[in-house]
């Protein structure tokens, strides 16, 4: 991606819990580049209780399976830690939480027990947020005060479908929604025109026929106070587009509300591939009229010229030289539908791979069959039963894999504190849901261990764009050395990591890369060190080296 924003990051120090190795990171002005950042996904319930008074809304008060109710997560509690300092100290750029527009009011007996829309992809409301996330000046103050951090928002767009229908909560019309058949997931027709599963009401993405908006929806507004305030904005919006009123250009003017009042700096969109392709293109061209518009009417608040950020997930979407998803009937490149980047399934699988195979894949995709537009990797997510690391023995090298691969990292809340993934009791994708293990993080001092690790190599991505997205080249196979190398315009950038070195005094090759009596100097550890005849010897007590030149 061409567009970047420079600012200048100030000299900072490894920010450790349990008071490790300060770590001079570079003061430099680098480029904020979507195809290698540092992406931070989180259960916006799941992650911190900023505020206790919003826990209970609608009288969702009945017991539910295990990890299946609101647990108090909310936007405050998110705000909360930017302004701790907790994103900044592990690297992040960019937070990507789940929908937190209004859900169903009651719950959902899956046969496992009651569930509640906590997760936030069963919508009642486009137009209103949940209040048991917050409101909408809770929202304003959490972009506002990322964007002050350097950090970029992600929300999470549904268009697919709607919330189940319960007793507390209508069904929408026919002209709305089809209820069957329901998706048999063998062809590009069964995974479209469908209903993903049962009882979660299909939205009509196809037709282009006007439809009223659902009763239920205009008493809601009525009962509120807005009616006349949505209906106004609605008519503006299709009269300025020209576009019918169908279901998905209303849920497409609903959604860019939330770029055009908050300056939201990127969607992910969810279940990509049971949509129609040309839904995403339109919604791009919508995101993006929304975006500028609100670069115009806030000009002391923008970023950069950055475009507005797409990412989709195509459900088990695996990069490989065939850029298109295969429905076995049809090939689709996502790509050409307005999106900046997909999900990729596969880096988590990488087990069995080392890790020249795992960078020299992905640098060589990325630098070719990928060029232009970008991948997001991650090793843990929210509805992904088979994890890298399900069992939490592998998180040193879990943060090696993921931060240190090619293309946009998606960490997974908890991913840096080895958050318990097997809890008793739960079924399915709730074991991946459990509330963000802080007390551990405060008093354990392996997990003080493991986030120090997760925050290094965090940081030394974000100050580096080669990482993610330079040209990578093998230095040494043993011990394992490469070098990234990225440049744009009038920036350059160049480094060199090695992984699996012994700890102590070591004599690591180099290449050609940096001169003979460059200052370098190993962002893990803060030692420094000059460049011999294409090699240095250093003397550190971890088993990695991230290297830099000195400033």
């Given at each position: 991606m061409k567009s970047f924003?420079t600012?200048?990051?100030c000299?900072?120090?490894?920010f450790?819990c349990?008071?490790n190795?300060?770590?001079a ?9 979507w195809?290698a950042?540092?992406l931070?996904?989180?259960?916006t319930?799941?992650?911190?209780n900023g505020?206790k008074?919003?826990?209970?809304n609608f009288?969702?008060?009945k017991e539910?399976a295990?990890?299946r109710?609101f ?11 930017i302004?701790?300092g907790?994103f900044?100290k ?11 527009v ?7 007996d899956?046969g496992t027990?009651l569930?509640y829309g906590f997760?936030g992809?069963?919508t ?7 209040p048991n996330?917050g409101?909408?000046?809770?929202l304003?103050?959490l972009?506002e005060t990322?964007?002050k951090n350097?950090i970029?928002i992600?929300?999470d767009?549904?268009?697919?479908h709607?919330?189940?229908?319960t007793k507390k909560?209508a069904?929408?019309?026919?002209e709305?929604?089809r209820e069957t058949?329901t998706c ?14 049962t009882n979660l009401?299909?939205?009509k ?6 439809v ?8 809601k507004?009525?009962k ?13 919006f299709?009269k300025?587009?020209g576009y019918?009123r169908a ?11 939330y770029?055009?009042d908050?300056?939201i700096?990127g969607y ?5 591939k049971h949509?129609e392709p ?12 929304a975006f500028d ?8 608040k923008?970023?950069?010229?950055t475009p507005?950020?797409l990412?989709?997930?195509v459900?088990?979407y ?6 298109s ?17 997909l999900?990729?399934f596969?880096?988590?699988n ?7 195979n795992?960078f020299f894949?992905y640098a ?7 060029k232009?537009?970008?991948?997001l990797?991650?090793?843990t997510?929210?509805?992904d039963a ?7 023995k ?9 931060l240190?691969?090619p293309g946009?990292?998606?960490v997974?809340?908890g991913?840096?504190?080895a958050?318990n993934?097997d809890?008793?009791g ?6 991946l849901?459990?509330?963000m293990n ?6 354990d001092s392996?997990?003080?261990?493991i ?6 190599l ?7 764009p080669?990482i993610?997205a330079?040209m990578h080249?093998m230095i ?9 190398t990225f ?10 990591v ?6 102590g ?25 000059t460049?011999l005849n294409k090699?240095i010897?250093i003397?550190?007590?971890?088993d ?8």
């Amino acid at each position: 991606m061409k567009s970047f924003t420079t600012y200048i990051l100030c000299t900072l120090l490894c920010f450790s819990c349990a008071k490790n190795t300060k770590v001079a990171t570079p003061k430099t002005e680098t480029p904020f580049i979507w195809g290698a950042a540092n992406l931070y996904f989180l259960l916006t319930d799941r992650f911190n209780n900023g505020d206790k008074t919003n826990d209970i809304n609608f009288d969702r008060t009945k017991e539910t399976a295990v990890l299946r109710g609101f647990k108090g997560g909310d936007l405050k509690g998110i705000t909360q830690k930017i302004n701790e300092g907790y994103f900044t100290k592990l690297g992040i750029n960019a937070i990507w939480m789940t929908p937190i527009v209004e859900q169903i009011h009651g719950g959902v007996d899956e046969g496992t027990g009651l569930t509640y829309g906590f997760h936030g992809y069963w919508t009642k409301d486009w137009t209103a947020l949940d209040p048991n996330f917050g409101t909408k000046e809770d929202l304003k103050i959490l972009v506002e005060t990322a964007h002050k951090n350097g950090i970029r928002i992600v929300l999470d767009a549904v268009i697919n479908h709607t919330g189940p229908v319960t007793k507390k909560d209508a069904v929408w019309p026919t002209e709305w929604v089809r209820e069957t058949p329901t998706c048999q997931f063998k062809d590009y027709d069964t995974n479209v025109n469908c209903a993903l599963v049962t009882n979660l009401p299909d939205i009509k993405t196809e037709i282009n026929h006007n439809v009223e908006i659902p009763l239920f929806l205009a008493q809601k507004w009525k009962k509120e106070g807005r009616f006349e305030q949505e209906t106004a904005e609605l008519d503006t919006f299709f009269k300025k587009t020209g576009y019918p009123r169908a279901p998905r250009f209303y849920i497409m003017k609903w959604l860019s509300d939330y770029i055009t009042d908050f300056g939201i700096d990127g969607y992910r969109c969810d279940t990509v591939k049971h949509t129609e392709p040309y839904v995403w293109k339109e919604f791009k061209a919508v995101c993006q009229t929304a975006f500028d518009t609100w670069k115009t009417n806030h000009p002391d608040k923008v970023l950069d010229n950055t475009p507005f950020y797409l990412v989709g997930e195509v459900y088990h979407y695996n990069a490989s030289k065939e850029v298109s998803y295969n429905y076995g009937d049809k090939k689709v490149n996502y790509y050409n539908y307005g999106f900046n980047s997909l999900i990729n399934f596969d880096v988590k699988n990488s087990r069995t791979s080392t890790y020249e195979n795992l960078f020299f894949k992905y640098a060589n995709l990325l630098n070719n069959e990928y060029k232009g537009v970008g991948l997001l990797n991650y090793m843990t997510s929210h509805d992904d039963a088979h994890p890298f690391d399900k069992s939490r023995k592998k998180p040193f090298e879990t943060a090696n894999r993921l931060l240190l691969c090619p293309g946009t990292a998606q960490v997974y809340y908890g991913d840096e504190s080895a958050r318990n993934l097997d809890i008793s009791g739960t079924v399915g994708d709730a074991t991946l849901r459990s509330f963000m293990n802080w007390e551990q993080i405060e008093t354990d001092s392996k997990t003080q261990e493991i986030l120090n690790h997760w925050q290094k190599l965090g940081q030394f991505r974000k100050n580096h764009p080669a990482i993610g997205a330079g040209m990578h080249q093998m230095i040494a196979e043993r011990p394992y050395v490469f070098q990234r190398t990225f440049s744009i315009t009038n920036f350059k950038d160049r480094v060199i990591v090695a992984l699996d070195v012994p700890k102590g005094e070591k004599n690591i090759p180099l290449g050609a890369l940096f001169p003979k009596g460059t200052k370098l100097i190993d962002t893990y550890s803060g030692v420094e060190t000059t460049v011999l005849n294409k090699m240095i010897s250093i003397t550190t007590p971890f088993d990695i080296l991230l290297l830099e030149e000195k400033k």
